[in-house]
């Protein structure tokens, strides 16, 4: 597949061919939500705990006397019906992680690809190279190529100007090519990738690699 590559100022300068076993693959809907689902459920800590009525400090005695009163009887101020009681059935620190097999998270992210490229939200730049820092060079340059459209910028390791550039923009996010999850490539409205990155893709997601 030819596919247009843009300048910094969002003009076609040429094209370049498109890995088709990553970028054509066949889009496996159910594929992508499993590997989402595990991402998130991977995020997560699983550190909250609550406390059963046995981990409440409270005095064991009775409230009051067990007959004449006309109410229920009760012996604990640490039962869970009570404010300050503990909690039934309460959460526990647990592992929420789950395995998904390689060539399944291989085949999400050749999916998540040709989803992007499927509905023109790909978007190829010829280079993406800054000596410092700015902020508004880079602001200006996602304006360029996608306007006001929310945007995710795919960087080399080596590119760590362009990413602190990157960082102060609220409608932006960079990530390293190596670490593309079907997540934040699903995230934003658009997806910027250098030819750079793009060699760095074709390395690691080809099938024959």
């Known amino acids: 597949m030819q596919f247009p590559v843009m300048n910094s100022a969002g003009q076609e300068v040429s094209q370049v061919e498109l890995p088709p076993d990553v970028f054509e693959a066949k889009i496996n809907v159910g594929l992508m939500h499993q590997a989402f689902v595990r991402q998130l459920a991977n995020a997560r800590q699983g550190t909250h705990s609550t406390r059963s009525r046995g981990q409440i400090r409270a005095t ?23 404010v300050g009681g503990g909690l039934a059935h309460g959460p ?38 800054m000596d410092a820092p700015k902020t508004q060079a880079m602001r200006q340059l996602i304006e360029s190529l996608v306007g006001q459209q929310s945007a995710l910028i795919v960087v080399t390791a080596e590119q760590k100007a362009v990413r602190k550039s990157v960082s102060n923009l609220a409608n932006a996010h960079s990530i390293v090519v190596n670490y593309l999850n079907v997540r ?19 390395s690691l997601w080809s099938k024959g690699k």
Do not use: N
């Open 92 to 129: 526990k620190p647990r592992d929420y992680s789950k395995k998904m097999p390689r060539k399944m998270r291989q085949g999400a992210i050749r999916s998540t690809l040709s989803a992007l490229v499927r509905d023109g939200q790909l978007v190829l730049l010829d280079e993406l190279a």
């Open 184 to 202: 934040d490539l699903l995230k934003y409205d658009k997806v910027i990738m250098p030819l750079a990155a793009l060699d760095v893709i074709a």
């Open 60 to 82: 064991g005695g009775k409230w009051y006397r067990q007959k004449g009163t006309g109410r229920a009887r009760h012996g604990a101020q640490s039962a869970p019906i009570f």
